[in-house]
């Protein structure tokens, strides 16, 4: 079965560079969620997007932006990069039916590597 | 505040064991309630979920998960542990109303001894 794919797996950047991350949905899933995860922690919800539409946004940085295409990948675009910014970014799929809560399907993340 | 806490960040067993991992939400309205596994520099693989059907859940590799409503938990349960086991598990939970975001707990990093 097809999985949420992300890109690139890893990327290694230095401080106030910018960074695109990239995600590519299950086929007719329609919603995109992102999360940030820092070294030992839960993953952290940044921000969502329904039928190419933001649905909903988390702590987000205003350096970071992110937007959902026709096609429904989305990218997550990184500005002014800081250390602190390094950290495994998620993908996660998901249908919405009625509003329902379908569970979310995880890409593998891309591991963003800051110095 | 809606949140979700899982009781020990590390939980040691003993292969053949019982695993329980503890999950608590607090929240006046329950949520939509989730267990998700993460394996070294993977993603998160999804246990199982709970959206308000039968409060007995059962999910994939063996694992399941009992809702209790009075006790506003989620508590993950397997027999037998297994070496392949050994990872990290995430609670979640999500609401609705809040755009079915997921909120995790802090994780509990299970090691299986041989």
């Known amino acids: 079965a097809a999985g949420v794919i992300q890109s690139p797996r890893h990327l290694i950047k230095e401080k106030r560079e910018t960074a695109t991350l990239k995600c590519y949905p299950i086929p007719r899933h329609d919603t995109v969620y992102w999360y940030q995860q820092g070294p030992g922690q839960d993953p952290q919800f940044l921000i969502s997007f329904y039928e190419k539409m933001q649905s909903d946004k988390g702590s987000i940085p205003d350096r970071f932006s992110a937007q959902q295409f026709s096609d429904y990948h989305s990218e997550l675009n990184m500005s002014s990069l800081e250390l602190g910014d390094s950290a495994l970014y998620f993908c996660?799929?998901?249908?919405?039916?009625?509003?329902?809560?379908?569970?979310?399907?995880f890409g593998p993340g891309t591991r963003l590597t800051v110095t | 505040a809606q949140s979700v806490t899982q009781l020990g960040s590390h939980v040691s067993v003993s292969e053949g064991a019982l695993v329980l991992l503890r999950c608590n939400y607090s929240s006046s309205v329950p949520p939509y309630l989730f267990w998700y596994v993460q394996y070294p520099n993977q993603g998160l693989q999804l246990l199982l979920k709970?959206?308000?059907?039968?409060?007995l859940v059962k999910g994939i590799n063996g694992f399941e998960a009992e809702f209790k409503k009075s006790e506003t938990s989620f508590h993950l349960t397997k027999p037998s542990a297994h070496m392949s086991d050994a990872a990290e598990y995430f609670c979640a939970v999500s609401w609705k109303a809040a755009g079915n975001k997921l909120t995790f707990g802090g994780g509990t990093r299970v090691l299986v001894k041989p």
């Open positions: 996660a799929s998901s249908p919405q039916i009625a509003g329902e809560a379908y569970e979310q399907y």
């Open positions: 709970y959206t308000s059907a039968a409060t």
